[in-house]
């Protein structure tokens, strides 16, 4: 079965902290996600990865940083906490469709998700 | 820009009737259109997806359509439940890129 786990379900820290999420699946996906869910806002996207230390910017990478050393492994980290980066953080892994003859759908595996909040 | 809209308004539909949901996009090709299912504190789960040359696509009580001309795709939960009530999110996928284009999601509540 299909399996992205992360490493906290509640965290709490204080402003200014350095916080570390980690996430890992075992489907040996290619790709890997970052995001953020917030009330009324959807899903918007942070960082992803499409190969082991390579990472690419989404739509909200300010104020966060990824490290992908291992396939399996997709670190978010937070450099210095701040109050408005309350809020449910989402990882997903999918498979990587390289071309559009190759029909594949890349749906997305997601974990149970990091709520945080920040103080 | 591209933009998917869904009913930010929760729907309210009896048990046993069918639900349908709105998934609208604007200045998207996409190759894909798929739908989740979110329940509280939990990530979004798989649940159908439809591709850009299919109108229909069924799975048990489950009915996605996708019209490429209007840019909407309907989903439609037949014999509805309490148990079908959480947030349905559309995602769109295009050919050209490893990202999924999220709507915002619809809260679907069942009442018994």
């Not at chain 2, 959480?86 to 915002?104: D, K, V």
């Amino acid at each position: 079965d299909v399996k992205v786990t992360q490493s906290s379900r509640y965290l709490v820290k204080r402003t200014g902290e350095k916080v570390f999420l980690e996430c890992v699946q075992d489907m040996d996906h290619e790709n890997m996600f970052w995001y953020r869910q917030d009330p009324g806002l959807g899903l918007r996207l942070i960082y992803f990865s499409y190969d082991v230390k390579m990472k690419e910017k989404g739509d909200i990478p300010e104020g966060y940083s990824v490290s992908r050393e291992k396939k399996e492994r997709f670190s978010l980290i937070l450099e210095s906490a701040s109050t408005n980066q309350t809020s449910m953080y989402l990882c997903a892994s999918s498979l990587r469709r390289t071309t559009r003859t190759s029909g594949r759908a890349v749906t997305q595996y997601f974990g149970p998700g990091t709520r945080l909040t920040v103080l | 820009s591209q933009k998917i809209e869904q009913n930010s308004e929760a729907l309210n539909i009896q048990e046993g009737k069918t639900a349908t949901l709105t998934c609208n996009y604007t200045n998207y090709s996409p190759a894909y259109l798929q739908w989740y299912r979110q329940d509280p504190g939990r990530g979004p789960v798989f649940l159908l997806l439809i591709r850009e040359n299919e109108k229909e696509k069924r799975k048990e009580r489950l009915k996605v359509t996708f019209d490429t001309t209007l840019k909407q795709s309907l989903f439609h939960i037949t014999a509805s439940q309490p148990a079908d009530s959480a947030t349905y999110l559309c995602a769109l996928e295009a050919w050209s890129n490893y990202q999924l284009i999220w709507g915002a999601g619809t809260k679907l509540i069942i009442k018994p």
